[in-house]
Each structure stands twice: as C-alpha cells, then as structure tokens.
C-alpha cells in the first residue's frame, strides 16, 4: 500500500518535470520560429545585397528583365500612403478616444459605437479592397474629372482612404482605454478651478495621454506600412514614380508589399527573388520596430 | 466678464459636437461597406452556391465549395497546431513572468503580431514551397499558423494573469501536483479568456489573403490533398474581383458575403462570451 502511493507520487513528479519542460520548450520554440524568419530573410535576400549593394534602397529603376532592382519608388509609394492614411485617420481615432474615454465611457450607445469600432477591424482586407474597387473608385474617378485631374481612379488617394479608415480601430482602442485612466482626481482639481469641459480636456487629459496616444498612432503606422491586400488592389501598380506632385497623389504607384504580392509568383530567377526577399527584410524591420517602439511606450505608460 | 465665460462654454459645447460627429462619423464606412456586401452577395448565395466549383466564363452557375473546403481544411490544420501551442505558450509566459526566456519569447511575440502577413508568406514559401517544389495547402495552413499564434498566446497569457493566485495557492496547499493544477483549475477557470481568444484567431486568419499568395496559391478544382495548391475564400475574392468578368465578380460578390458572415458571428459570439466571462468575474 504504502510502496503503491510512492510509485504514484513518483509517477507525478515525473509527469510534472516533463510538463515544465514542456512549457520551456513552446517558450523556446517561439523564439526559434521568429529567430528563423530573420535568419531565412537576411540570408535570402544576401544575393540581391550583394549586386545591389546601398543602392538598392536609392536607386530608381526596377526593371526585372535587365535585372536591375531600385526600391526607390516603392519606398516613396509606402511611404506616401501611409502618412496620408494616417492623418486621414489621427482626427477620427482621436475623436473616438476622447469621446467613448472621456464623454461617454459606460452605456449601451458606448459599447455599440466601441464594438463597431472593433468590427472595423476584424472586417478582412480583401473585403475592403474588393469594395474600394467597385465603389469608391469610381467616386474618385468622378471627382478627379471635376477637379481636372487625370481620372484614374485607383491610385495613392484611393488606397490611402481606405487604408485610414482600416487602421483606425488599433490607434482608438489604445487612446480609449489610456484616456480612462487618467485620475480623476487631475480632472476634478480642473473642474474645481473653473475650468469648462474643453479645457480639461485640452491641459488636463491630452498633456497626461500624449505619449500613450503616439504610441497608439505608431502601432496604426506600423498595421498601414504592412498592408497588403486593400492597397494593391488600389493603388494601380506602377513601377515608376511619377514625376509632379499631382500624379503621385491622385495617380497609381506602388508599395512595398504590394510590390511583392505582385511580383513574388512571377519572379523566374535568383535575383529577381531574392530582390523581392529583401524589400521583405526591409519591411520586416521598419514594423517591428515601429510596433516595439510603441510596444515600449505603452508599457512603460500603463506601469506609471 | 459674462462674455468670456459665454465664449469659453459655447468653445466646449463645439468642441464636444465636434468629437461626436467625427466618433460616429466612422462607423459610416463600415455600416457601408458591409449593407453593399450583403446586398451584393445575398443574391448569389444558394444551395448550389456552396456546393459547386466555379464554372468557365459564359457557363451560368458555379459555386465556391473548392474555396470553402480550402479555407476550412486549411484553417483547421492551422488551428490543430497553433491552439495547443499557443495555449502552452500562453501558460508559460502568465506562469513565469520574469524569466529571462519569458522576456524574450514575450518580445518575439509582439514581433510576431508587428510582422506584415505578406511577410510571413514569403518566408514559407522559402521554408516549404521551395524544398518541396510545389505549392501546397500544407505550406498555406503553415502560414495561418505562424500568423494565429500570437493572438492565442496574448489571450491566453492576459486571462490567467488575471485569475487570482489564491486559486493555484489552494490546489498546492491540497498536494496537487503542479501540472494537474494548471490542467484542472488554472486553465478551467479562465476556459472562457481562452476561448475567445481562439475565436478572435480564427476570425483574423480565415480572411488572410496574402500569405496564402504563395504557399497555397488557388486551385479551380476541389481538392482535399493536402500536398497540392488549394483554393481558399479570400483567394478566391481575389481572383475573381481583378478579372474582367461579370459573372466573375458575382462569384466574387457571393465568396466576401460567405466570408464576411464567418467573420461577423465569430466576433459577435466572441463578444457575447467575454461579456459572460466579465460578469462572472
């Protein structure tokens, strides 16, 4: 009896060292499994590293079939609808933030308008994508005939308007749930001193969320840079930059990831590849770090 | 005197007409976009529908069953892997927060959520299109792994943290042995955080285009060989809304509705299960 209750507590000690391991084990494979997507990237993309060279990001020629690669006009088509996006996207995801944090955090219209807000989100991008290209670009078609631009209706604009209204929920879910965590006992004192609603709002909540609200607009940033689907169904596809300010806005360009969700299927030799890999790498990095940075700020705010 | 205090009031009650304007203001392009794909796609969707695989231009009728099927098959695979992984994962980083594996593997997981999806397609496609020399669903549901993990260990890690250690306290203090605890109270306890946190997964990669761009690429026909190219419902919108046919973009209009309900009722449900889940606690 007793060598029986032995066995069976052995027995559990054993199973419970094979469990911890087992816990360390998944730890350690998460990190194999992102330690390995670099490793794959960088030596992937050396080929291309190694013709291109600094060039690469620079140069202003993408043309596969001489095997010449610049990412340039790329770089500026990523680069340009991101930022319009995003400051099409900074006032509403600030509107929400301070209204569902400040005016009405608690209620049935509160929840809905935040669940709907959280549903924008979840709606897959080749939904948006499918949608802007039979409805909003024939609008944009429309008013670019009015204002006297080339009607093209995909293009920089038309990506950018979609991409801002996809990234609000990341920026405005973070700066909603940072604005209810400023102390009322702040506001209070504001109140007590006179102050109307505005200008607490103003000297009070903004000052005391500002950091916290940044890092919410980068996380947005870094969600628009990697977009892939909506854009390139957008955006036209061109491999050159245009050359006037009113072409690279209402006009098609190109973006990183769009770049690759064209071309990876088609690139027939190593350098093609592997110049595609790399406009990978560089993507790869510029989220990450843009998403860690805000990771950082927000950790660091809700610690305070 | 009463002047200014008129100015600064009427300044607050603008400001504030202002917020709520633009806060409700975007909820219009959702509400949109989603009454056009119903409207769109509602018409297209019958039996026959989800039952056939498209047919040539010219041909009336043609579903969508081979991007059905794909997309299940392959989100399931997907899940297979990652649910159980990510929910390990998840234990271990809510259990041992201060290790120093804990530090890094929480930091590869804010990585993992920062990576663009075209990104991760890109690299199976070198770690398993490439090898095997074909496109195959293995390498797509591979893909919706890598892409589910993050947001399964991110849920599963907040909901146990916020269990109250009391709990694990009283099931030592009784002589359980540590792994039974976590099997049979701590993980119990927060079963609801867990779950929607599936569910949230779920929702997020069933919609995934570009990573299956290149490792699962698209198949016209049914297939179930897992070895083989598979059509899946976000790849399939693809295709059929850049062509230049009509009968195309229906096919098209119906996949997204097909889509787009999978992803309504798994967030609204998810939604129903927290609000439970809250209350409780």
């Not at chain 1, 949608?131 to 944009?140: E, N, R, S």
């Not at chain 1, 973006?255 to 592997?274: C, G, K, P, R, W």
Request: hydrophobic share 50%.
């Amino acid at each position: 009896m007793k060598n029986k209750r032995l066995d069976l507590s052995y027995s559990q000690m054993k199973w419970e060292t094979i469990f911890r391991r087992l816990l360390i084990f998944m730890g350690v494979v998460l990190v194999l499994i992102v330690v390995g997507i670099l490793i794959t990237l960088i030596k992937e993309s050396i080929p291309s590293v190694k013709s291109s060279g600094f060039g690469y990001l620079w140069s202003k020629v993408w043309d596969p079939v001489q095997n010449i690669y610049g990412a340039y006009p790329f770089l500026i088509g990523t680069l340009l609808t991101s930022f319009i996006a995003l400051l099409l996207s900074i006032p509403f995801s600030y509107a929400v933030s301070i209204y569902l944090g400040e005016y009405n955090p608690k209620g049935w219209l509160s929840n809905l308008l935040k669940n709907s807000i959280e549903l924008i989100a979840a709606v897959p991008s080749i939904i948006y994508g499918f949608w802007g290209l039979f409805v909003l670009v024939p609008i944009i078609r429309q008013i670019e005939t009015k204002i006297g631009v080339a009607p093209y209706g995909i293009g920089v604009l038309t990506a950018s308007l979609v991409l801002a209204v996809m990234i609000i929920p990341y920026a405005a879910s973070l700066g909603i749930t940072l604005i209810r965590m400023v102390p009322s006992a702040l506001k209070e004192g504001a109140y007590a001193l006179g102050a109307t609603r505005f200008e607490v709002i103003r000297s009070v909540v903004m000052p005391y969320t500002r950091t916290g609200l940044f890092a919410g607009v980068l996380l947005s940033l870094g969600r628009a840079l990697g977009e892939t689907m909506a854009v390139t169904m957008l955006i036209g596809n061109t491999p050159t930059l245009a050359h006037n300010f009113k072409d690279l806005i209402f006009g098609p360009s190109n973006t990183m990831a769009s770049v690759i969700a064209n071309e990876f299927t088609e690139a027939d030799h190593e350098q093609y590849l592997s110049a595609l890999v790399e406009l990978g790498l560089v993507l790869f990095f510029v989220t990450v770090i843009i998403n860690l940075i805000g990771k950082r700020i927000i950790t660091r705010f809700t610690n305070n | 005197m009463d002047a200014r205090i008129g100015i600064r009031n009427t300044k607050s009650m603008l400001f504030k007409g202002l917020i709520i304007f633009l806060a409700f203001l975007i909820t219009l392009p959702l509400i949109v976009v989603l009454l056009y794909i119903i409207k769109q796609g509602v018409t297209q969707v019958n039996w026959h529908f989800l039952t056939h695989v498209p047919t040539p231009v010219g041909e009336p009728g043609g579903g969508i069953a081979n991007a059905l099927v794909g997309s299940l098959l392959m989100v399931g695979m997907a899940s297979v892997v990652s649910i159980p992984v990510g929910i390990l994962t998840g234990i271990y980083l809510s259990e041992n927060p201060h290790t120093k594996l804990a530090y890094w593997s929480g930091l590869c997981v804010d990585v993992l959520q920062g990576v663009p999806s075209i990104v991760i397609g890109i690299v199976v496609y070198l770690w398993i299109v490439k090898p095997l020399g074909s496109f195959s669903a293995i390498a797509g549901s591979c893909a919706l792994a890598i892409m589910m993990l993050p947001i399964v260990i991110r849920s599963t890690e907040q909901t146990l943290r916020l269990l109250p250690p009391s709990l694990k306290e009283a099931a030592l203090s009784l002589g359980v042995p540590y792994h039974r605890v976590i099997i049979k109270v701590i993980v119990p306890c927060g079963f609801a955080g867990i779950l929607s946190g599936i569910m949230l997964s779920v929702a997020r990669i069933i919609g995934e285009t570009a990573p299956l761009l290149f490792t699962a690429l698209g198949n016209s026909y049914l297939s179930y060989a897992v070895t083989k190219p598979m059509e899946s419902l976000p790849h399939v919108i693809y295709t059929y809304a850049t062509s230049p046919y009509d009968d195309w973009h229906n096919l098209a209009w119906g996949a997204s509705f097909i889509l787009l309900m999978f992803v309504l009722i798994l967030n609204i449900t998810t939604k129903l299960i927290t609000r439970k889940w809250n209350i409780q606690l």
